[in-house]
C-alpha cells in the first residue's frame, strides 16, 4: 500500500490505528509534509499512524482520493498482525481537504471507525457556506476553496458523494471531532455541519479557536493556541481508541 506508517516501539499489544489524510485543497500535498503532525499523534496515543499517499485533482478528481485511502485502510486490516494492531480500534484523521475526505470514507466504509477527527475541514462547495471572505484569513479564501472543490468535483462530478454537507443521512457517521480557528472562512459550513450532526443524534465535540487561521495546528504548531488544539485532539482520539 502506498502509504507513510508512524509508531512507536514495537510491543505485544495490539495497538489502534489512526488513518490520517494529509491537507493540500484537493489538489496538492504529500504525507510527508505533515510528518512532524502524525509523529505527535503516534507518540502520544501509542497508535499506529498511517497517511496515505492519495491521488491528487484536478488530474484525478472524486472519487480517486477516497479510493486510494480505501485501499490503504483495507490494506492496514490484511496486514493486522504484522503491524500488530488492532482493526477494530480506527481512528480517522484529516486536516483541510483531508477532513473532507476522512469523513466521506467513514461514511462509506463497513469498518467499525471509532471517531473522525477533522481540523479545519472543507465541508461544503457551496458559495454561500464559505460566508466569511474579507481577508480574515491569511491562509485560505473562499475563492481558493471554490477553486479546490471546482478541481476535486470534475466535470460532472457527483457532489452527493463527494461533498460532506452533501451526505444523505449522516447518522451513519460514527462520533465526529471538529476543530476551526475563528478567522477561517469555513466557520459557517463549519458550524453549519456540526449542528447538524447535533440534531441527529451523532456524537460530536466541537472546538472553534480563537483568532486562528486555517490549518494552523500545521502551519503555526509552535504557537500555544495551536499547542492547545492538539492537545485537545490527542485526549479526544485517547479516549476514542481506548
Known amino acids: ?17 489512526i488513518l490520517y489524510v494529509h491537507g493540500g485543497g484537493f489538489t496538492a500535498g504529500a504525507p510527508e509534509l505533515f510528518d512532524q503532525a502524525c509523529d505527535h499523534l503516534a507518540r ?30 483495507d490494506g492496514i486490516v490484511a496486514m493486522e498482525s504484522d503491524l500488530a494492531c488492532d482493526s ?23 469498518l467499525p471507525v471509532r471517531l473522525v477527527l477533522m481540523q479545519s475541514p ?10 466569511l471572505d474579507d481577508g480574515r484569513d491569511p491562509i485560505w479564501s473562499a475563492k481558493a476553496a471554490r477553486g479546490a472543490w471546482k478541481a476535486y468535483l470534475g466535470p460532472g462530478g457527483t457532489r452527493s458523494a463527494a461533498v460532506p454537507a452533501e451526505l444523505e443521512d449522516l447518522r451513519r457517521l460514527p462520533p465526529v471531532y471538529m476543530s476551526v480557528g475563528s478567522r477561517e472562512v469555513t466557520v459557517p459550513e463549519t458550524l453549519a455541519f456540526s449542528g447538524r450532526l447535533a440534531e441527529l443524534g ?28 492538539t492537545q485537545a485532539a490527542v485526549e479526544a482520539l485517547r479516549r476514542a481508541l481506548d
Open 44 to 73: 502520544e496515543t501509542g497508535a499506529v499512524v498511517i497517511s496515505p499517499r492519495y491521488r491528487l485533482a484536478p488530474d484525478y478528481p472524486h472519487p480517486a482520493a477516497v479510493n486510494d485511502c480505501a485501499t490503504v485502510l
Open 122 to 131: 472543507l465541508l461544503d462547495d457551496r458559495p454561500h457556506a464559505t460566508g
Open 88 to 110: 477494530t480500534r480506527i481512528a480517522m484523521a484529516g486536516v483541510s481537504a483531508g477532513g473532507a475526505i476522512a469523513v466521506s470514507l467513514a461514511y462509506a466504509t463497513a
Open 1 to 17: 500500500m502506498d502509504a507513510r506508517l508512524y509508531e512507536t516501539a514495537h510491543g505485544s499489544t495490539q495497538r489502534p490505528v
Open 202 to 229: 451523532v456524537p460530536v465535540e466541537f472546538h472553534m479557536w480563537d483568532g486562528m487561521p486555517h490549518g494552523f495546528e500545521i502551519k503555526q504548531s509552535d504557537n500555544v493556541v495551536a499547542r492547545a488544539s
